[in-house]
């Protein structure tokens, strides 16, 4: 079985205090309901579980209303860090679950495609992340800014979700996580614990993150853009 968690549990604090990001609106809908929405929709995914802010799942239910989703769909709740979140979305998975994609809330855009080729990778290696080659120039700085050295970016790449796993696989790594009382912020990162690897996998269509208002018309001309293809 293939299912999905949406961690929805954060707030956003670039965007200022008292404002959640995923209710912002954009294309006509709340950030979530695209994200959610993404998932619902894609056929082999059997189930899917919601991360929230306790106290917040009547507001998801009228999300879940709102794009009237077809898959069942169970509500976690949200931990300290997003490793505890995830965590407690991996807790309520079904037992049947072999293949669980994670996925930003706040990432709206993602494609069928990259969510169908990242679930493929993840059976093949254990482990998979959508993921764009970095084609800035990047340096690193020292002390006051001042740049120390030009970094080459052949290999570098920049990891985005969904970022997908054998269901045993992430579990193990994030026990590893717990067990050393570490913190992470990518759930690939811990699959390096345990010497797992983790297949890049490209993402050829934009899949950006809302972290800051100027990233909404961005978002909105993805989303329009894709509807018109």
């Not at 009237?68 to 931990?79: E, H, L, M, N, V």
């Not at 001042?146 to 970022?163: C, E, F, G, K, Y």
Request: glycine share 4%; proline share 5%; net charge neutral.
């Amino acid at each position: 079985m293939i299912c999905a968690v949406i961690v929805a549990a954060g707030k956003g604090t670039r965007m200022g205090p008292n404002i959640d990001k995923l209710f912002l609106p954009v294309a006509g809908r709340p950030v979530i309901a695209h994200t959610w929405e993404r998932f619902d929709h894609f056929p082999e995914i059997a189930q899917i579980v919601i991360v929230v802010r306790e106290g917040m799942q009547s507001a998801f239910k009228e999300i879940a209303a709102q794009i009237q989703t077809t898959k069942p769909y169970i509500f976690a709740i949200g931990g300290k860090e997003r490793q505890d979140s995830v965590w407690n979305g991996l807790e309520a998975l079904p037992k049947e679950a072999t293949i669980v994609a994670i996925q930003d809330g706040a990432r709206p855009c993602t494609s069928e495609q990259i969510i169908r080729d990242t679930l493929a990778a993840a059976r093949e290696t254990g482990a998979a992340v959508a993921a764009q080659k970095v084609t800035d120039t990047i340096k690193e700085a020292c002390a006051n800014n001042i740049i120390a050295r030009n970094v080459d970016r052949t290999h570098l790449w920049s990891v985005q979700t969904p970022q997908a796993f054998r269901a045993e696989v992430i579990r193990r790594a994030l026990s590893e996580v717990f067990a050393r009382k570490l913190a992470v912020t990518d759930d690939t990162a811990a699959c390096e614990l345990i010497q797992q690897p983790v297949r890049l996998v490209e993402s050829a269509a934009p899949n950006p993150k809302v972290t800051a208002r100027a990233d909404l018309a961005f978002v909105e001309l993805c989303l329009t853009a894709g509807k018109s293809v």
